[in-house]
Nanobody, 123 residues
């Protein structure tokens, strides 16, 4: 199970840290990614942390403003978002990939999804 939290209402230029809580069984050996979906738009990739190398991949739209990290003691994946803009308004979802598979940016590569957390950025 994945539990996303940390969303909220912020002004443009503000920051939020989103959390995706998993379990010991769902953490090691799994890539965990963040996606987002704005009203009337398709779900889009935000960031993923490679479980094997720790290397992160970001969407161009958030590069330089987002940082994904993993805490192996808490089995939690974080997404730090800085300098938020109104275009960042969306429901943010975390998703888990397939065991021992390096995953990419497509939603179809992920098999388990959290319930989402709303991020709203006011101008």
């Amino acid at each position: 199970q994945l539990q996303a939290s940390g969303g909220g209402l912020v002004q443009a230029g503000g920051s939020l840290r989103l959390s995706c809580a998993t379990s010991e069984r769902s953490f090691s050996g799994y890539a965990v990614a963040w996606f987002r979906q704005a009203p009337g738009k398709e779900r889009e990739f935000v960031a993923v942390s490679n479980w094997r190398t720790g290397r992160a991949t970001y969407a161009d739209s958030v590069k330089g403003r987002a940082t994904i990290s993993r805490d192996g003691r808490k089995y939690t994946v974080y997404l730090q978002m800085d300098n938020l803009q109104p275009d960042d308004t969306a429901i943010y979802y975390c998703a888990r990939g397939v065991y021992l598979r390096v995953t990419g940016t497509l939603p179809s590569e992920y098999t388990n999804w959290g319930q989402g957390t709303q991020v709203t950025v006011s101008s």
